[in-house]
């Protein structure tokens, strides 16, 4: 039977951390691989992947901080990087039997937590699979590209969210944003207190480059041409890396799961034979 079309639902929980409760689910048997989104998103823009991935992995997905069904204990603050690193760090210590190393993936800022969590706890990766972090600062005109991100807040502050969707859509060749998989509609979080914090951020390169052979950096075939796309090139340089073509552009993983899936799984074994 085709894995999207079987009985794939998942088991949920939930799990209280400093400042806030996650919503995570859990699918499969086998290998644990925790799928970490990005922006705006939750765990419903993972559904059919992880329903793919659950035939031979343990998937877990969750809903960032903020976002959707993962509530803050307070009212909304700005999101930072090495927070989420540690929401991932504790939901691993909570899933992951015996502490042993597990994969990872981590699109968009989710790929900016998943490197910070390689940083910080490399014992615990595996593998890691990286597609498209926004890690704007790595790039040679980065004060150019950051006042940009800070041009569309301020947009938002004085305009709204369609005002500043339609100025971010540039760095996605002009399109609008695609419609994906969610629970909420978390954009007004994500511009008030995701974006500028996630585009700010540097990945310590120096401090991952002796994790070079257990990560993979990929970017989207459709979205080579497009702003989004720039950083993981320069990742992959500096970290000494083929850069992976995954199908679809930065979103790719809703659109084509069945050959994103076959992607990943050969991008893990690759991993896992060096």
Known sequence: MDPLEADTRADV??????GATLHYEVRGTGPLLLLLCGGNSDAAVFDRL????????????????????SKLDGPPVDQRIE??????????QRLSLGGGPVRVFGSCSGGLTALELARRH?????????????AFGLLPDAAERLAFIDGVYE???????????ADFSVLFGGRPAPELPEAHD?????????????????????????????????????????????????????????????PGGHVGYAKWPEEFAGLLREAFADLAGR
């Not at 992880?50 to 069904?69: F, Q």
């Not at 490399?122 to 926004?134: C, D, K």
């Open 122 to 134: 490399p014992a615990r990766i595996a593998a890691l699979v990286v597609h498209e972090p926004p």
């Open 186 to 246: 978390n954009t007004a979080f994500f511009l008030a207190h995701m974006l500028r914090p996630s585009t700010h951020f540097l990945p310590d390169l120096a401090a991952l480059a002796p994790l070079g052979d257990r990560i993979a950096v990929a970017g989207g075939r459709d979205s080579r041409t497009q702003a989004v796309h720039r950083p993981v090139e320069i990742l992959a340089g500096r970290l000494g890396q083929r850069l992976l073509e995954f």
């Open 13 to 18: 929980g939930a799990l209280a951390v400093p």
């Open 83 to 92: 927070v989420h690193a540690d929401d991932a760090y504790r939901l691993l």
């Open 50 to 69: 992880a329903a793919l991935l659950a035939a031979d992995h343990r998937v877990v997905t969750v809903d960032p901080r903020g976002n959707s069904r």
């Open 155 to 165: 947009t938002f502050r004085r305009e709204g969210v369609g005002a500043a969707m």
